[in-house]
């Protein structure tokens, strides 16, 4: 009897801990040009406009997208059994702490650095001597500590034009970040393309939807169905040309 009700409850906590398809939550950043806020406030960006391709390949109404500072979303990717992160950068570190569908794109994680200063590095031994602007949580921040950058060197910010204008004001001295991301953050904070340069390459890795490791497989499986489709269509390419032409 004890070893049938033990059983059950088993059961029922496989069923309640697993997310249902339907009420998934869909979550982002401000990180141009994959995703930010238009000017009334709505999501929108290449992953923003694709998910909403994919819903419709599904057959699917579409569903609330909210954006959140990065590291509060990845605290509640990690958290919650629902939820879908994007765009997730797919380093080999994080593949066994998610369930992904990707590509929405392959993109550099570099350093960024003010032209006027001249910083050019050869190697990852001399980031030592160099105070470096990054969003916490992200993969950016988690290639420094990969190449043994000391933590206490990095310059943490919640959003990425706080981690924009470290540099930008001079209190960083590099900025780690996605490459387009970077530039185009920059762009809106009024700093042209020719006053900065790549002063080191981190790592290039696909973008993806990441999704919580209770979201069944079956799902995360359709999703990616679509994805490719949609991946392959003209209107993707048209959302490349769209969003990707500073490239």
Not at 114 to 134: E, F, M, P
């Amino acid at each position: 009897m004890r070893t049938w009700h033990f059983i059950h409850l088993l059961l029922l906590w496989t069923t309640f801990a697993q997310a249902d398809p339907g009420k998934l939550e869909y979550l982002s950043e401000i990180s141009p040009p994959y995703n930010f806020s238009d000017e009334r406030g709505q999501p929108t960006g290449l992953s923003v406009e694709l998910l909403q391709l994919i819903w419709q390949a599904r057959g699917m109404a579409p569903q609330p997208i909210r954006i959140l500072p990065w590291a509060r979303g990845y605290n509640l990717l990690q958290q919650k059994p629902n939820v879908v992160l994007f765009a997730t950068a797919r380093p080999p570190q994080r593949e066994p702490l998610f369930k992904w569908a990707c590509p929405i794109d392959h993109s550099e994680f570099v350093l960024l650095g003010r032209k006027g200063d001249n910083i050019t590095l050869d190697s990852a031994a001399q980031l030592g001597h160099y105070k470096i602007g990054v969003v916490r949580a992200t993969v950016s921040k988690q290639l420094l500590l990969d190449r043994g950058i000391d933590e206490h060197q990095l310059m943490q910010a919640n959003r990425l034009t706080q981690a924009a204008k470290m540099l930008t004001s001079g209190r960083a001295d590099l900025f780690a970040t996605n490459k387009l991301v970077g530039y185009q953050t920059l762009q809106q904070l009024g700093f042209k393309p020719d006053d900065v340069h790549v002063a080191f390459v981190l790592d290039t890795t696909p973008l993806c939807y990441a999704f919580s490791r209770q979201v069944p497989d079956s799902e995360v499986a359709l999703f990616q169905q679509a994805l490719t489709r949609v991946v392959a269509s003209a209107d993707f390419s048209a959302l490349q040309t769209k969003y990707l032409s500073l490239r």
